[in-house]
C-alpha cells in the first residue's frame, strides 16, 4: 500500500511523476557569462534530486538566434553555444540518470526560427525543394494577407517575403515562421529530429504548442468572438488575439493521425513519454482527445495558469477534465515560464509563505502527473521589470498593459549574497530582485520552517500514500474558500484539505480519520476532534479515512 511503487506503476512512471521544470537560462549559469547552462544543471542535480521529484523537463536548449529565447529553432540537433555541447547534453542525462531522475526535454515541432535552413531555403523560391515546407500563401488581390489570422505576440500572423512574393505564416513572431504540417516530407522529418534524442536516450519529450502544428488548408477566416466571450489562456486577455475564435490557425484534425504517428515512433523506446502542451478554444476537450489511446500520454493546458482563483474555479476544472478525460491523463501546473508566479498572481500582494506551500500541496495532491516550476519550491513571487529590463519581445509588444514573461524568469537565488544571489559570478541576464535573496536555497535549507522543506515533506507524502499517487478524486462539499476532495484507493481514501482563505475555518470530518499531514507545514491545523477540525489560515490538512 505505500512505499515501494507496483509493476505497473513503475512501468507507468508519467503517470504519478512529479516534474521538476528548469527554465535552462535561470537554473545556474556554470561559465560565468551571466545565463544558466546545461553544466550549470549538471552542477545542481543533488539540489533538485534532493526534493524528491521524479523528472526534469528542461527548456529548448538548441541553436538558436534567440528572438523568444530558445522556442526559435535553427537547429534541432545541436546544443546552442550559449548553454554548452552535445557532450555536455549527455554527461547532464548519466549524470541524472545516476541519481534516478529522468530527463524529458522541450520539442517545438509546429514552427521554427527563420535563420533554420529549411526556411532559408523555403524562403528562395517557389520551386526549390523546400518550397512547401512552410505555410505559404499569395497576397489576396489588394496586397492585404491571405485572411484574417492573428500571432499570439501582436499583429498578424502573415508577413510579407519579397523575394518569393509571397506571405508565410507565424503563430507567434515573424521569426518564427509556422511548418507545413499537410506536407508528409515535414512530417517525416520532424519524426527524424525527435529521433535524434530518443537514440541519445531521453525519456521524454514536452511538446511546445503542439495544437498548432497543421492549420486549415482552405485558409478560411477565424470568426470573432464576442466581448464576453473573451478571455486569456496562454495569453494577455488586451490582445486582439483573444477577439477570435480560433478555429482554423490551430487544433485541426489532421493532427490526430500525426499524434498517432509520433506515438508509434515513440513506443519503439520503452518508457519514454510525450507531455503536450495545449492552448485551444477548448482546452479540456483538446486534453482528452489528444490523451487517448494511441496519442500522447499526457497533456496540461492553462486552466489553472490563469488568474482566476477559488476554490470554486480548481474544482470545476478538475471535475470538468474528469468527466471528459476518459482513459487519458492530466498533467497539472500552476506556474511556468509563460505566466506571472503564482504566489503573486493567487496569493494577492502582499502574500505570505503559507500560501506557497498551500500552493504546492495543492498541485502536488490533484490527480494527475505534476510540472513544478523552478522556484516554486521557494516560494519565489513575480519580480518587478522595469521597462528598460524587458527581454521578452511579447512584453516589449504589449508593454504597458502587458508586462510579459521576464518576471517568472528571473535567476533562482541559490544564495543570500552575492552579486547575482549565487547564480552566476557576472550580471546576470536578468535581474535577481532584492526580495527574492530572503527566500534564498541556502537560508531555507537551514530552517526547517521554510517553503522548500515543507515542499521536500510533501513530495514524501506523495511517495509514502499510493492514493495520492494514483487513487481516483472525489470532491466535497465545503465551505466557500475551502478545497476538500479525496483520492480514493480500493482500500483507504486520504482526504484532502486546503483553506484558501486567510480566515480559520472548520470542517465536519465524513468519519474517523488519521491525521497524516506531514510535520512542520505552516501552520498545522489548530485542533481537532473526531468529527471536527478547525483548518487555520492557509492550512493544508491531510488525513487518511478507512
Ligand atoms: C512556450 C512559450 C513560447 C511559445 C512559442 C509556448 O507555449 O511555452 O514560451 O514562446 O510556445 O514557441
Not at 208 to 215: E, G, L, P, T, V
Not at 274 to 283: C, Q
Not at 322 to 343: A, Y
Request: hydrophobic letters at 35%; charged letters at 20%; aromatic letters at 12%.
Amino acid at each position: 500500500m505505500t512505499g515501494a511503487l507496483t509493476t505497473t506503476e513503475a512501468a507507468e512512471w508519467w503517470r504519478s511523476a512529479v516534474i521538476y521544470q528548469v527554465y535552462v537560462r535561470s537554473l545556474y549559469d556554470a561559465n560565468g557569462d551571466g545565463i544558466g547552462d546545461l553544466p550549470g544543471i549538471t552542477q545542481r542535480l543533488e539540489y533538485i534530486a534532493s526534493l524528491g521529484v521524479d523528472a526534469l523537463w528542461i527548456t529548448p536548449f538548441f541553436r538558436s538566434p534567440m528572438d523568444d529565447f530558445g522556442y526559435d529553432v535553427s537547429d534541432h540537433r545541436a546544443v546552442d553555444p550559449l548553454f554548452g555541447t552535445l557532450e555536455d547534453f549527455d554527461t547532464l542525462l548519466a549524470a541524472a540518470h545516476g541519481k534516478g531522475l529522468r530527463v524529458i526535454i522541450d520539442q517545438v515541432l509546429s514552427h521554427t526560427s527563420d535563420q533554420h535552413s529549411w526556411f532559408q531555403e523555403s524562403r528562395q523560391d517557389r520551386n526549390n525543394p523546400k518550397a512547401d515546407w512552410y505555410v505559404w500563401a499569395d497576397a489576396r488581390e489588394d496586397g492585404t494577407p491571405p485572411n484574417n489570422w492573428l500571432s499570439i505576440f501582436g499583429g498578424g500572423a502573415w508577413t510579407w517575403e519579397p523575394t518569393r512574393q509571397q506571405y508565410y505564416l507565424h503563430n507567434f513572431l515573424n521569426s518564427q515562421p509556422d511548418l507545413n504540417f499537410h506536407n508528409p516530407e515535414v512530417q517525416s522529418q520532424i519524426l527524424a529530429e525527435v529521433q535524434f534524442w530518443l537514440d541519445r536516450g531521453v525519456d521524454g519529450f514536452r511538446l511546445d504548442a503542439i495544437n498548432f502544428c497543421f492549420h486549415d488548408e482552405q485558409l478560411r477566416d477565424n470568426p470573432p468572438k464576442p466581448p464576453e466571450e473573451r478571455e486569456g489562456r496562454g495569453f494577455s486577455v488586451d490582445n486582439p488575439y483573444a477577439w477570435q475564435r480560433h478555429l482554423y490557425n490551430n487544433t485541426r484534425p489532421e493532427m490526430l493521425p500525426f499524434l498517432e504517428r509520433l506515438r508509434s515512433l515513440i513506443d519503439r523506446y520503452p518508457s519514454v513519454v510525450t507531455l503536450g502542451e495545449i492552448s485551444s478554444e477548448d482546452s479540456l476537450a483538446t486534453m482528452a482527445e489528444y490523451t487517448a489511446q494511441g496519442r500522447l500520454h499526457m497533456a496540461y493546458s492553462f486552466e489553472l495558469l490563469v488568474d482566476e482563483y477559488s476554490a470554486q474555479h480548481i474544482k470545476r476544472t478538475v471535475e470538468e477534465l474528469e468527466q471528459r478525460i476518459g482513459q487519458g491523463w492530466p498533467c497539472w501546473s500552476v506556474g511556468n515560464h509563460d505566466v506571472r508566479r503564482v504566489l503573486s498572481r493567487w496569493g494577492g500582494p502582499n502574500p505570505s509563505p503559507m500560501q506557497a506551500v498551500m500552493f504546492n500541496n495543492l498541485l502536488l495532491s490533484l490527480k494527475g502527473s505534476v510540472c513544478s516550476y523552478q522556484g516554486e519550491e521557494l516560494g519565489l513571487t513575480e519580480s518587478p521589470i522595469q521597462r528598460h529590463q524587458v527581454r521578452d519581445p511579447y512584453g516589449l509588444a504589449f508593454w504597458p498593459t502587458f508586462k510579459g514573461r521576464d518576471g517568472c524568469r528571473t535567476p533562482l537565488p541559490w544564495s543570500n549574497e552575492g552579486t547575482a544571489a549565487g547564480f552566476s559570478s557576472t550580471t546576470p541576464w536578468l535581474p535577481v530582485p532584492t526580495e527574492h535573496r530572503a527566500s534564498a536555497v541556502s537560508l531555507q535549507e537551514a530552517d526547517e520552517a521554510s517553503v522548500l522543506q515543507a515542499y521536500r515533506r510533501m513530495i514524501a507524502l506523495r511517495r509514502e500514500l499510493s492514493e495520492l499517487r494514483t487513487g481516483d478524486i472525489r470532491f466535497l462539499d465545503a465551505p466557500s474558500d475551502v478545497l476538500l476532495f479525496e483520492r480514493r484507493g480500493p482500500e483507504r481514501n486520504v482526504l484532502c484539505a486546503f483553506n484558501l482563505s486567510a480566515e480559520s475555518v472548520e470542517l465536519t470530518m465524513p468519519g474517523a480519520f488519521t491525521d497524516v499531514t506531514p510535520p512542520g507545514l505552516t501552520p498545522s491545523p489548530a485542533e481537532h476532534t473526531d468529527s471536527r477540525v478547525v483548518l487555520t489560515k492557509f492550512a493544508s490538512f491531510f488525513a487518511v479515512v478507512d
